[in-house]
């Protein structure tokens, strides 16, 4: 079965330092991966995916992800955060059923970024 | 901004109404799909329309329905509300079938 695992479920870092939030998959397929964030009270917004092009892949907000298939992970890392970091992320793997596609998300990392 | 747009935004109802809650894809967008959001399960898929027609079934209950029009908004319909209900919802749209979803900003519903 497909699933993902957010392995923190609370980040916090301090302002300037690196961030990493973790997940792990489980796909039978070749898998489709995205990071989303959440802003209080926003939508959710597409930081990154992978679609089986460069394993280390490039978001915005100098988000990235590296896809490692013999560790079936994909965390998400960025050298500095920022304030405006601070939100919650999804991690989502994209899965074939039935005639469709369907999105599987983690259950989401909450990030704080301290002053 | 993604170019997913959904209206209203915020709603106020109460127990036992019907509400129904629109979505506008992204220019050129062929598939729809909604989402809720609370606190106590997390995003939760509910149902998928693409180009029109039905493609897919979450965990939508059934006093929910939906539709997709011929110029592709599509309509969420919540009847008999409950207090559970109380939610954010969520509409995303994709090129197709296998591409990214681009996300609304939502509508929050509130049953009192």
């Known amino acids: 079965a497909q699933s993902v695992t957010q392995l923190d479920s609370h980040v916090s870092v301090s302002e300037g330092t690196p961030v990493l939030l973790r997940c792990n998959y489980s796909?039978?397929?070749?898998?489709?991966l995205f990071w989303y964030v959440q802003h209080p009270n926003k939508g959710l917004q597409l930081l990154l995916k992978y679609t089986s092009a460069a394993t280390l892949v490039k978001g915005i907000n100098g988000f990235e992800a590296e896809f490692k298939k013999s560790e079936t992970s994909f965390h998400l890392t960025k050298p500095s955060a920022h304030m405006s970091d601070a939100a919650e992320y999804f991690c989502v793997v994209s899965v074939p059923t039935s005639g469709t596609y369907k999105y599987i998300f983690g259950t989401g990392t909450r990030l704080k970024v301290l002053a | 901004d993604s170019g997913v747009t959904q209206t209203p935004k915020h709603l106020i109802t109460a127990t036992g109404q019907r509400v129904t809650l629109r979505c506008s894809p992204r220019?050129?967008?062929?598939?729809v799909y909604w989402y809720q959001q609370s606190l106590d399960q997390g995003l939760q898929f509910l149902i998928q329309?693409?180009?029109?027609?039905?493609?897919a079934k979450g965990n939508i209950l059934e006093r929910f329905s939906a539709q997709q029009f011929p110029d592709l908004h599509s309509e969420l319909n919540l009847s008999s509300l409950e207090l559970g209900d109380s939610a954010l919802y969520f509409c995303?749209?994709?090129?197709?079938?296998?591409?990214?979803?681009?996300f609304g900003p939502g509508t929050r519903l509130l049953v009192l």
């Open positions: 796909s039978s397929y070749s898998p489709s």
């Open positions: 220019s050129g967008d062929l598939s």
């Open positions: 329309y693409y180009n029109g027609e039905e493609r």
């Open positions: 995303a749209s994709s090129r197709d079938l296998q591409e990214t979803q681009y």
